[in-house]
Structures are given as structure tokens and as C-alpha cells.
């Protein structure tokens, strides 16, 4: 679900308090995009064992979204509402961990990274590295990510739930109460992936129909 980019930080984060009193609503974690959706990030260097290095940064989460998505942490740790961690310190994944030198995500743990375009060049510590998670599409090839904890709620929220129907029954007058229908958009899992596949699947459909045609072109040789 996308909120508003207009919702002020304090609104955003009453109605994550809202929605976690939702029915059937079981977590609620936020991040600047979700995963499969390709983040709304960037590339930039950051210098480690191995010197500089390109991989993707910007990439926002808020408390609770690896566990969320269960992605295992594999060394480190972060605290539960990311105040500790915010503008200071980054979460690598495993292969930004390879990427970088680091002789394994333990190792990484208490090291100083400097640069990054979103950085704004200062030093940040890695407190945790976990487990890498696909942030692109299947057909794109992964890139080493870099994350930073954020603690205030972030654009684009994530609900888990038991009952989707009477969450998504109490959700709309929820939303009405705090933004247009028109500004805030909501979309299940599957109807995520159906949406990022559409393409793939329309171009699918023409090329199966381009080979019946191509086939019975070839059958109409063989008999004429």
C-alpha cells in the first residue's frame, strides 16, 4: 500500500497505529518501495576492503521489515524501532558483504563505510548483514544492496493478515478517513506480481499465437 507523499510523518505514523488494530491484521512494516517492485534507489560507491565499489543504496526500511519478509539476519543486530540505527548505520546483504572484501558478514560488523549518493559522504557503520532478498524483478540479475534503517513510517507499508477480506473490508473506510481514494493505492501480493508479469505474459501471448500462425503457414506448404 502507498500513502500519500503529502501525509506528514506524524499522520503516516497514526495511521500505521490504525491499521495494526485492523481486523485479522497479524504485522505492519514500511519501506521506501517492496520488494519486486524494483526500489526506488540508486547506485553509489562505497569503499571497502577491496576499494570502491558500485551497489545499489537508498533503500529505506522501517522496524520490523526483514522479519517481515523473512529475510534471516545473519550477523549483527538492529533495535526494534530503528532509533539507534537512524542516519548513522546501514544493513548489508550478503553479497554486498562479498562485493565489498569483507571476509564474511561478521566480519563486516562495526565497519565504517564512506560514500554512497545518498550518504552524503559521511562514515556509517554496518550493524547487521542479512540474507540477500530480490528487490528487482525475476528477470532482472540481483545487485549487492545496501539498506538503511529508518524509524519513522516510510511511503510504501506492508500488512500481513489472517482474514484479507476483513482487513480489506475495515481498510477502505480507514483510508477515506486520512486521503483521496484516488491517492493511495492497495494491491495484494498477487496482484503485485501480476501487474510486474503483465508485460511478460502479453508478450508471451504473441509470440505463441506468431508461432500457430508460422505453423500453419508451414502445414499449408506441405499440402499445397
Given at each position: 500500500m502507498d500513502v500519500p507523499e503529502d501525509l506528514s510523518a506524524e499522520a503516516q505514523a497514526a495511521l500505521v497505529e490504525r491499521l495494526k488494530q485492523l481486523p485479522g491484521v497479524q504485522a505492519v512494516t514500511s519501506s521506501s518501495d517492496i520488494p519486486g517492485r524494483n526500489f526506488l534507489s540508486g547506485f553509489g560507491e562505497l569503499s571497502g576492503p577491496k576499494g570502491p565499489v558500485?551497489?545499489?543504496?537508498?533503500?529505506?526500511?522501517?522496524?520490523?521489515?526483514?522479519?517481515?519478509?523473512?529475510?534471516?539476519?545473519?550477523?549483527?543486530?538492529?533495535?526494534?524501532?530503528?532509533?539507534?540505527?537512524?542516519?548513522?548505520?546501514?544493513?548489508?546483504?550478503?553479497?554486498?558483504?562479498?562485493?565489498?572484501?569483507?571476509?564474511?558478514?561478521?566480519?563486516?560488523?562495526?565497519?565504517?563505510?564512506?560514500?554512497g549518493q545518498f550518504h552524503e559522504g559521511?562514515?556509517?557503520?554496518?550493524?547487521?548483514?542479512?540474507?540477500?532478498?530480490?528487490?528487482?524483478?525475476?528477470?532482472?540479475?540481483?545487485?549487492?544492496?545496501?539498506?538503511?534503517?529508518?524509524?519513522?513510517?516510510?511511503?510504501?507499508?506492508?500488512?500481513?493478515?489472517s482474514d484479507p477480506a476483513a482487513t480489506r473490508a475495515a481498510l477502505v473506510p480507514l483510508l477515506q478517513q486520512w486521503a483521496d481514494d484516488d491517492s493511495v493505492e492497495v494491491m495484494s501480493v498477487a496482484q503485485q506480481q501480476a501487474r510486474q508479469y503483465e508485460q511478460d505474459r502479453r508478450l508471451g501471448g504473441l509470440i505463441a499465437v506468431a508461432a500457430g500462425?508460422?505453423?500453419?503457414?508451414?502445414?499449408i506448404g506441405i499440402y499445397a
Open positions: 558500485s551497489l545499489r543504496v537508498g533503500n529505506q526500511v522501517g522496524p520490523g521489515f526483514f522479519e517481515f519478509y523473512g529475510v534471516p539476519l545473519l550477523a549483527g543486530r538492529l533495535s526494534a524501532d530503528h532509533r539507534a540505527e537512524q542516519d548513522k548505520a546501514l544493513v548489508l546483504e550478503r553479497s554486498a558483504v562479498a562485493a565489498l572484501g569483507f571476509a564474511s558478514p561478521q566480519d563486516a560488523i562495526g565497519r565504517s563505510l564512506r560514500g559521511k562514515d556509517r557503520e554496518i550493524v547487521a548483514v542479512v540474507e540477500d532478498i530480490r528487490l528487482e524483478s525475476t528477470r532482472e540479475p540481483h545487485q549487492p544492496t545496501v539498506f538503511e534503517p529508518m524509524a519513522g513510517p516510510l511511503r510504501s507499508l506492508s500488512l500481513k493478515t500462425v508460422a505453423l500453419l503457414m508451414a502445414c
